[in-house]
């Protein structure tokens, strides 16, 4: 765990996405919770040192950014779009497997929602919940100007990314208005804490995706020999591909190039 200002707390080492939570002086205020039961457990006895949960707040509607939600007190809060995903999730969307030991394990959807803007004022503390359309239409940025943090959601990941569900144009723009938040510390979905210098390199992954489809589209490709001719997309290469890598490159070809067809 690292303390990244002075009252906020971040995980980056889970299974899973980023966690983090607020410490505020009315309670605790998280973002995420971990995907893996062991490590919920663990999570919610660290934080229960500063406090009691007053808020968990989700920025997306990806399993591993509200699966662990059951761990945790407090009122869930995400957009529209989140509360619908986690109301369909199932429970064999466990990596490896994994199972919660209890048996009234249940995913537990925001009961506050918004589509567009939502303000939380908690303590002192102001949490500042932004719709930015990007890699879903439902990711949610939490800026907290007294830190000068921003949570961005999976809009800025440190590797291989879903862009399935994504909206290129929308995400690019959603990358301008994070570079205008008055904020020092970038908390990702994914990978380490950054300041303002991820968000240029994450425009050059997005525009580098959209360049390699539609310079695919242009030679005539089709979107399966698209997906063959494709095997790595700029900003992703690895030494050894695995097959979920492969699996989740093929399906971000198909869904961009229905968009840039
Ligand atoms: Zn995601």
Redesign the pocket.
Known sequence: MQKIAQNVYVETDFEG?NCGFVVTEDGIVMIESPQIPKNAVQWREEIAKHGRVRYLINT?P?D??FAGNYYFEGTVVGHEGTREAILKARMDRFPRGVVPPEKDFHFRPPTITLSQRLTLYVGKHTFKLINMPG??PYQVAVYIPEEKVVFT??NVVGHL??MDQSSPQDWLASLKQLEQLDAEYYVP?HGNVRDKSCLPEMTGVVQGWVETVKQAIERGLSCQEAQDAIPELPGYKSERPDRHRVDVQRRNIAHLYRLLK
């Open positions: 996405c997306e990806h591993d950014h890699h879903t959601s999976d990314c879903y979905g």
